[in-house]
């Protein structure tokens, strides 16, 4: 599980140091897709194939299905670690997410989410009470 959130810089070649704590988990490799609301999405291999296999059984006849996908899987980047801990996020996700300079790494239970600080900082709107109070009408508790 991740978990946790990390402050740190993209190089001029698109490389990023993924937290100890991430790689421990992550192993050798990472998977590394689009995610939503404009970030990155990183799985571990466990976590990949799980996610393979549910889009495998969506319906072809689907539209919506087809463009998830779509756009999940023909973006998957498999990237192993150099021996600084570096990965290279190739250019077409780079520009997905807007990643300038800073990035954010958050842990997020099975997935890591890679965003643009400048972004993050747009959408982490404090307002948790709000809704862990919307949650909790749906039936979630904590």
């Known amino acids: 599980m991740f978990v946790g959130e990390y ?3 993209i190089d001029a070649k698109g490389r990023v ?3 100890a704590e991430f790689r421990e988990v992550l192993g050798e490799k990472v998977y590394i897709t689009l995610g939503f609301d404009g970030c990155l999405a990183a799985y571990d291999e466990a976590a990949w194939r799980e996610l393979e296999e549910k889009l495998s059984v969506l319906s072809v006849t689907d539209p919506k299905a087809r463009k998830l996908q779509r756009s999940l899987l023909s973006k998957v980047q498999e990237a192993a670690f150099d ?4 990965v290279l996020i190739k250019e077409s996700l780079r520009n997905f997410a807007a990643l300038t300079r800073d990035i954010t790494m958050l842990g997020v239970g099975n997935r890591i ?4 600080t400048a972004r993050w900082n747009e959408v982490n709107v404090d307002d948790f009470d709000s809704i862990a109070e919307q949650l909790g009408d749906l039936g979630f508790k904590m």
């Open 17 to 19: 140091i993924f937290p």
């Open 113 to 116: 989410e890679i965003w643009d």
């Open 83 to 86: 021996k600084q801990g570096r």
């Open 7 to 9: 402050n740190h810089n």
